[in-house]
């Protein structure tokens, strides 16, 4: 799924990644904790998170994921979308919350990949 | 390629900054042509490691020295040290204030997670004095 279908369907703010638009996701994730993505997470490229913090942006990058939404409407700090413009991810933020969030994208197709245990 | 080392301020308590010592040895890998599996574990690894200095023990310092076949991650910090060992590297044990929860980490997955994305770990601490985590991940497959 293209990262600006996900922008669509979620109805979602770009603050950085404009560029990223047409690039082609095919798994997500979601999680508010980072030590659950750091531990469970494999081959994801999105990642959706109500945690609003550069860590957020950080363990994204610590993964390879290429493109964070926030839900529940957080607006990302200065020093987030600084941090995810040098890393060249896409971050958006939209004001679903987690459950449709997440359902909205499963139901068009968005897998939930691979995770280890 | 020759070794390369490098030395990293890990500043504590700051939420920020946190991650940027692990975020520069992925870039320098990264630029090393280092295959990207591998490049992964060791960013998570010490990413998991460097948050620990952050939120447990005040800060420390990273030394790291990248050899053609294998990098070396020494954490050191001077904190609280941990009292038992064995008792710490279970999944789930944490004593992470829920204050250090709501900034998303302290699900007591961070010691095993650098368990099993390093070829070694080897943690040694004393209570009132402090840690070091040595880990090693061999890029030769
Ligand atoms: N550098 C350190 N200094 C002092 N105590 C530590 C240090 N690293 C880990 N610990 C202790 O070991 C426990 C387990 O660490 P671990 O990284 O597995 O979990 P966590 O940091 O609590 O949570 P998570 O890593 O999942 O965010 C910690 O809660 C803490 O009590
Ligand atoms: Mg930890």
């Known amino acids: ?117 | 390629m020759t070794a390369l080392h490098l030395e990293f301020d890990v500043a504590g308590n700051n939420f920020v900054s946190a991650g940027s010592a692990s975020d520069e040895v992925k870039k320098t890998l990264k630029m090393l042509g280092v295959d990207p599996a591998f490049v992964r574990k060791v960013a998570i690894a010490m990413y998991e490691g460097e948050i620990n200095m952050v939120i447990h023990a005040g800060g420390g310092k990273a030394v790291v020295d990248i050899f053609p076949d294998r990098i070396v991650i020494v954490l050191e910090d001077h904190g609280p040290g941990i009292p038992d060992i064995e008792l710490a590297m279970k999944d789930g044990y944490s004593t992470a204030p829920d204050a250090v929860r709501d900034l998303g980490f302290g699900a007591g997955m961070g010691l095993p997670n650098m368990k099993k994305y390093t070829d070694s770990m080897n943690i040694e601490s004393t209570v009132g004095e402090g840690t070091t985590v040595t880990m090693v991940v061999n890029f030769a497959r």
């Open chain 1, 1 to 117: 799924m293209k990262i600006k279908r996900i922008v669509e369907l979620l109805d979602a703010t770009v603050y950085c990644g404009e560029d990223m638009m047409d690039v082609d996701l095919h798994s997500a994730c979601a999680s508010d904790m980072m030590s659950d993505v750091l531990a469970f997470v494999k081959d994801q490229a999105l990642l959706i998170s109500g945690l609003c913090n550069p860590q957020v942006i950080r363990t994204a990058d610590m993964m390879d994921i290429k493109c964070i939404a926030l839900v529940r409407g957080k607006r990302p700090t200065e020093d987030m979308i600084e941090i995810a413009k040098g890393k060249g991810i896409a971050l958006i933020s939209s004001g679903h919350r987690m459950y449709s969030a997440c359902g909205t994208l499963y139901a068009e197709g968005l897998q939930p990949g691979e995770i280890t245990v």
